[in-house]
């Protein structure tokens, strides 16, 4: 990623969607302002992203909570605005939810400087 003149086909980090759009679509979000809502964005590598494709959270999740603590996994879920069990709720209201946390992580930030 850093070697001048070098340029891969993909980038390193690739934003995701938590509650990945194809499977939106197939559980009746049709519609490209709800399920393209920032709300709904992770930046992730791009091989995660590929392996989880349209895997819904509650199935791709898991696989990826072994790699961290659960002290990790604790501080990843605050200064990444995921409600609690945010792979189990309904989509609108995991929206509701995140945004409503994203709120006290700018406010934390803010409140540090």
Known sequence: MLESGLRANKSA??????????????NGVTEQRDYNQ?????????????????KEP?????????????EELRKMRFWHAL??????????????ERRRLIAEVVKSAYQKL
């Open 13 to 26: 980090l690739e934003r995701h969607h938590l509650f990945p759009k194809a499977w939106l679509m197939r």
């Open 38 to 54: 920032i709300a709904n964005f992770a930046l992730v590598e791009w091989s995660d992203n590929i392996a989880i494709s349209d």
């Open 58 to 70: 509650k199935v791709y999740l898991p696989i990826y909570e072994q790699r961290f603590s659960e």
């Open 83 to 96: 409600p609690e069990n945010w792979q189990e709720m309904k989509y609108k209201d995991f929206l509701l």
